[in-house]
């Protein structure tokens, strides 16, 4: 018996990438699948297509799971409650979402168009809350449901070229954690994940040297879809409803958890600060503590306490 057994679970996303495997591991795991692709390209402007959903909705099925698909936007709170009145009519009811549902639009921000902007913001942030909307009274009522929302080491980290798309991934942290908290007393639990991993967005980045070209290479053979997209699946399953509302990473074999943000360092003035006294006293003192603006190597290649599983 698979660790989903008796689950119906909905895979935005679900036609290329995480999205897929996702959705392919949790039909393995026994759960029946709706599969939510628009069909559009990495940028989003592309005209939808049902057949990316579909023809991995056809692999579940041509496999002995049961799954079916659906082509529309993750932006339309609409569309996003056909999609749970999909699962119900299907398989009769729903009980966990994995939205990995994504696109990008890359530019510096000082060029950056609100078309830009709004795009990325309607796909990642408004469609979290779609999904979530949508299906957060179910999941209260019949005490049970899960959330796997999806943030990046862009919104965490920062990324040169990526603001709209950091201060999407950012805000679903945020989400995640705020629906963890209210949802704890009806057995509703939301984790986000920081994925590291060979997909078409990764593609998408530019290769710049005979370095870049080298690491690209390596990350294909190494960081793969399916890993993050089996943590994804784990997370949903019964058997991890004890954990929510925390932010994880998978980097090829690595699984990470992150820090959230609590406070490192205060500064107190009993006669009240100055702008002066902030400026000659607090800041000094602060700074020690202070976040460089580098990056950082990617999550996985350096860990700071690395478990054996």
């Known amino acids: 018996m698979?660790?989903?057994?008796?689950?119906?679970?909905?895979?935005?996303?679900?036609?290329?990438g995480i999205g897929r495997d996702a959705a392919l591991i949790a039909a393995q795991e026994g759960a029946k699948v709706v599969v939510n692709d628009l069909g559009g390209g990495l940028k989003g402007e592309d005209e939808g297509s049902a057949t990316a959903a579909e023809s991995v909705a056809q692999e579940i099925r041509a496999a002995g799971g049961e799954a079916v698909s659906n082509s529309d936007s993750v932006t339309n709170l609409d569309a996003v409650y056909g999609m749970v009145e999909l699962a119900k009519k299907s398989f009769g009811g729903l009980h966990a979402v994995i939205n990995p549902a994504g696109i990008l639009r890359d530019?510096?921000?000082?060029?950056?168009?609100?078309t830009d902007w709004d795009a990325v913001i309607a796909v990642h942030m408004r469609g979290s809350f779609n999904v979530a909307r949508a299906t957060i009274e179910l999941f209260r009522e019949q005490n049970d449901g899960a959330y796997?929302?999806?943030?990046?080491?862009?919104?965490?980290?920062?990324?040169?070229?990526?603001?709209?798309?950091?201060?999407?991934?950012?805000?679903?942290?945020?989400?995640?954690?705020?629906?963890?908290?209210?949802?704890?007393?009806?057995?509703?639990?939301?984790?986000?994940?920081?994925?590291i991993a060979w997909t078409r967005m990764?593609?998408?980045?530019?290769?710049?040297?005979?370095?870049?070209?080298?690491?690209?290479?390596?990350?294909?053979?190494?960081?793969?879809?399916?890993?993050?997209?089996?943590?994804?699946?784990?997370?949903?399953?019964?058997?991890?409803?004890?954990?929510?509302?925390?932010?994880?990473?998978?980097?090829?074999?690595d699984i990470i958890l992150y820090s959230q943000p609590r406070p490192i360092e205060t500064v107190n003035k009993a006669e009240g600060w100055t702008v002066q006294s902030i400026l000659d006293e607090a800041v000094p003192k602060l700074a020690p503590k202070f976040f460089d603006l580098n990056r950082g190597p990617l999550p996985g290649a350096q860990q700071p306490a690395k478990t054996p599983a």
């Open 2 to 16: 698979g660790a989903l057994e008796g689950k119906v679970v909905l895979v935005t996303g679900g036609g290329n």
């Open 107 to 114: 530019t510096m921000f000082h060029k950056m168009t609100e």
């Open 148 to 195: 796997m929302f999806f943030t990046s080491t862009s919104g965490l980290f920062g990324n040169i070229g990526q603001a709209n798309y950091g201060a999407a991934k950012m805000g679903i942290a945020g989400l995640s954690r705020i629906i963890a908290m209210e949802g704890a007393r009806n057995n509703v639990r939301a984790n986000c994940l920081a994925p």
């Open 202 to 253: 990764t593609q998408s980045v530019p290769v710049k040297d005979e370095a870049a070209a080298a690491r690209r290479e390596v990350m294909a053979k190494t960081i793969r879809a399916d890993q993050p997209a089996r943590f994804a699946v784990a997370m949903i399953t019964p058997a991890a409803a004890h954990v929510s509302g925390q932010i994880f990473g998978s980097s090829g074999d």
